[in-house]
């Protein structure tokens, strides 16, 4: 799902744009700080949850900035209910506690299109790292050799009789995306997932941090 530390209601699909947000999906994560529709910080990796216990691995995350954390492994203590979570670690040998509350309704959608995907750019040392779920999408640009996130847009989506509408939210480096709105028609088959228009022809895969 998606979670945020502030209180981020579910009201027609959107979220504020001013909230840190992290999201959970398919065995990864991804944790966004931003104010006012700017992304100040990303990072993301693999996680793994048993019952009241938790690990997250940094595989990616953005530059110049003192809490980078690419590499590193983190173990939490998990206390779990349906609209929060508590997570308590150790970090810096300090007690580390963050308290999370759900940012948008957590319902089932069967259509197939939510997930963590990926796609190849004309940059061959780069992908574009996509998640969509809870009617919310977020994708970054992230060296393969590296683990830099460059580039990143979110927002909003609408999904109906295969036509799939992204409206951004927020930005990290690309302020001009904010506002604007693209419709795709949207085609899943197997792992991959199609999204085509007048000028883009994307194609995107089932993505696994490894």
Avoid: C
């Amino acid at each position: 799902g998606i979670w945020s530390f502030s209180d981020n209601k579910y009201e027609q699909g959107k979220l504020k744009n001013s909230a840190p947000l992290k999201i959970y999906r398919d065995g990864a994560f991804l944790v966004l700080h931003m104010k006012d529709g700017v992304i100040n910080h990303l990072h993301s990796g693999s996680v793994e949850f048993s019952g009241t216990k938790m690990k997250e691995k940094v595989y990616a995350s953005t530059e110049g900035l003192n809490d980078n954390t690419t590499g590193n492994e983190y173990l939490f203590e998990v206390d779990p209910s349906p609209d929060k979570f508590i997570q308590l670690g150790v970090r810096d040998g300090k007690e580390w506690r963050e308290e999370w509350k759900r940012a948008t309704k957590n319902t089932y959608n069967g259509t197939g299109i939510e997930g963590v995907w990926f796609r190849k750019t004309n940059n061959p040392d780069n992908i574009m790292v996509k998640f969509i779920l809870d009617h919310s999408w977020v994708w970054f640009i992230l060296n393969k050799d590296t683990g830099l996130i460059g580039n990143s847009v979110g927002g909003t989506f609408e999904y109906h009789n295969n036509q799939y509408t992204e409206t951004v939210a927020y930005h990290r480096n690309v302020p001009n995306y904010v506002g604007g709105s693209i419709q795709f028609t949207l085609t899943l088959k197997d792992d991959r997932l199609f999204l085509k228009n007048e000028r883009a022809n994307e194609t995107w895969e089932r993505f696994v941090w490894e």
